[in-house]
């Protein structure tokens, strides 16, 4: 199959396209700019900022299916004046003019990366493909009107629309919080985290790519959203012990009650963040695996193991006693 995956410089792109070419299917790779490192065997068609106006024609020529894996991010301080209305440009409206091109230029499937934000921020019970959407932020209020769009085109043009709401997503390269938390495990750093009772679903990079080949191929997969997950759900605490595990750190969990976690985020305006670190999160990925039988091929220990490898070989190769 010839794909094209965009935002394929990005965490899960670059993973993604090493992976469909191990698989035996060409990859285009659609980018901004040219790339920092270039992925061999990738072949790069540069289409400028994702947005209604972005024109596709040569990124689409020959393709037979689309994993579009660009998109504007969630941030933590937004400085925009109207963030919905900028999320909106790029996550609705940037999606939406590549479905319906792909679409005039023949492809035959398109798979969306969403979220599961569009379900919403948590709740101890397990989200599913059925309930409600509930999102609550301006990056997730445009991914979900993006899903209304593409199942829009799928209806008038018969492209067929797979919608993937991964979770946190962890592996190799990963940053942000989850990047974070690894130096704190690495540097046996005291993390106030012992009493959290929370539980989370989280998703392997290396199990997203199998998900999204699947569903690439698999005829019963066209027009259906699927929740992913690894399968295995951990509180907090559970996390950093894994982590440490397979660094080869003490975990150091001090018995912090979460209350004082609670009143430490509303004095300094940080609730939303807190919320984040001590609520549940959990999804029932039964469907895809029922539907599709797909089966993640690497459980939690053997992820986070992988993710801490390359963190790890990343931080010696940047030492400068490594040089």
């Not at 999320?87 to 969403?114: D, P, Y």
């Not at 989850?178 to 009772?197: A, I």
């Not at 907090?236 to 018995?255: C, D, F, N, Q, S």
Request: neutral net charge; hydrophobic residues 45%.
């Amino acid at each position: 199959m010839n794909v094209l995956v965009t935002g394929v410089t990005g965490f899960v792109g670059q993973f993604l396209a090493d992976d469909l070419m191990v698989r035996g299917h060409k990859v285009r790779g659609a980018t901004r700019g040219s790339p920092a490192v270039p992925v061999s065997g990738v072949e790069y068609v540069r289409v400028g900022n994702l947005g209604a106006n972005t024109v596709w024609r040569e990124a689409l020529d020959g393709v037979d299916g689309v994993v579009h894996c660009a998109a504007r991010v969630h941030v933590m301080d937004e400085l925009a004046a109207d963030p919905l209305a900028v999320f909106r440009a790029v996550n609705l409206e940037g999606t939406l003019a590549l479905a319906r091109q792909a679409a005039m230029a023949g492809a035959r499937r398109f798979v969306l990366i969403s979220s599961i934000k569009v379900n919403g921020e948590g709740r101890p019970a397990p989200y599913a493909e059925d309930d409600p959407p509930a999102p609550q932020d301006a990056y997730a209020i445009s991914k979900w009107e993006a899903e209304l769009g593409l199942i829009r085109i799928a209806e008038e043009t018969g492209l067929e629309v797979v919608i993937l709401r991964p979770p946190l997503v962890y592996g190799p390269g990963v940053g942000a919080n989850f990047q974070r938390l690894m130096r704190c495990v690495e540097k046996g750093w005291p993390l106030p985290l012992g009493r959290v009772t929370n539980c989370r679903s989280l998703l392997y990079l290396g199990n997203l790519t199998d998900a999204i080949q699947v569903c690439l191929e698999h005829p019963a997969a066209a027009n259906r959203t699927y929740l992913l997950s690894d399968g295995e759900d951990v509180s907090t605490p559970e996390l950093v012990r894994h982590l440490a595990l397979v660094m080869g750190r003490p975990a150091r969990l001090l018995p912090v009650p979460q209350a004082w976690f609670a009143l430490a985020g509303g004095l300094l305006g940080k609730r939303q963040e807190v919320d984040r670190l001590l609520g549940s999160l959990v999804v029932d990925s039964s469907r895809i695996r029922r539907e599709l039988g797909w089966i993640p091929p690497y459980d939690l220990d053997a992820g986070l193991a992988e993710t801490a490898r390359h963190y790890l070989q990343s931080r010696m190769e940047a030492s400068p006693a490594s040089r």
